[in-house]
């Protein structure tokens, strides 16, 4: 089974600092790599996702993460935060199975960016 | 587009109680998903629904959850009796086919407290 591990609980952030959260999997297959992020009081949304090509991701609102084969990593970055980046961040990740492709989630990394 | 709607949003019961909640998923989405997600952690897919089949209830406590998704349309989530562990919040998300790198979009979730 797979398992994914976000090494930061909360990350505080002055605006325009650059940011990068850390995510590792545990797999030794083929894998998907997502980020979802959830803003205060919205829903979860995706981010940006990797399943293949260019290990080099690039995802909404200015978002990029890459996709590490041999160090099972694939960390978030932005080279400038804003206020409205203030949201809790997850990484997740999915392997091919036999019909079900179940999505594991990391605890989740907060940022908060401070004005 | 309308998103994933879920019902209801906060409930609050007693040990012992049942409770149920209900999904309407993305129009055209063949694929239901619920998540249990506990204070502090990421999301756990608990079932996975592909039209009106069960893909994945691996890690469904049969003994006292239930999921339905009679018509391949809408789902409800059924946890009778409750326990104090079940506290959490339960999102419903949907994909158009549950290919492994589709995207998700999940709903606004339902706040359980058992007291």
């Known amino acids: 089974a797979q398992s994914v591990s976000q090494h930061n609980h909360h990350v505080i952030l002055s605006e325009a600092a650059s940011l990068e959260l850390g995510c590792n999997y545990s797999y030794g297959g083929t894998v998907n790599l997502f980020w979802y992020v959830q803003y205060p009081g919205q829903h979860l949304q995706l981010l940006l996702k990797?399943?293949?090509?260019?290990?080099l991701v690039k995802g909404i609102k200015g978002f990029e993460a890459e996709f590490i084969k041999s160090k099972f990593s694939f960390n978030l970055r932005k080279p400038s935060v804003q206020w409205s980046d203030t949201a809790e961040y997850f990484c997740?990740?999915?392997?091919?199975?036999?019909?079900?492709?179940?999505?594991?989630f990391g605890k989740g990394t907060k940022l908060s960016v401070i004005p | 587009e309308a998103g994933v709607a879920q019902s209801p949003r906060y409930k609050i019961i007693e040990k012992r109680q049942s409770v149920a909640f209900w999904c309407n998923p993305i129009?055209?989405?063949?694929?239901l998903y619920w998540y249990q997600q506990i204070l502090g952690q990421g999301p756990k897919l608990l079932i996975q629904f592909q039209n009106n089949g069960v893909v994945d209830d691996s890690q469904l406590p049969k003994d006292r959850f239930s999921a339905e998704r009679l018509k391949g349309v809408d789902s409800t989530l059924k946890i009778q009796p409750a326990k104090l562990e079940d506290s959490a919040v339960y999102l419903c998300a949907s994909s158009q086919q549950g290919l492994a790198a589709d995207t998700q979009y999940f709903g606004p979730g339902t706040r359980l407290t058992v007291l």
């Open positions: 997740a990740v999915n392997a091919s199975g036999a019909g079900s492709y179940q999505l594991t």
């Open positions: 129009s055209g989405h063949a694929t």
């Open positions: 990797y399943f293949s090509g260019d290990p």
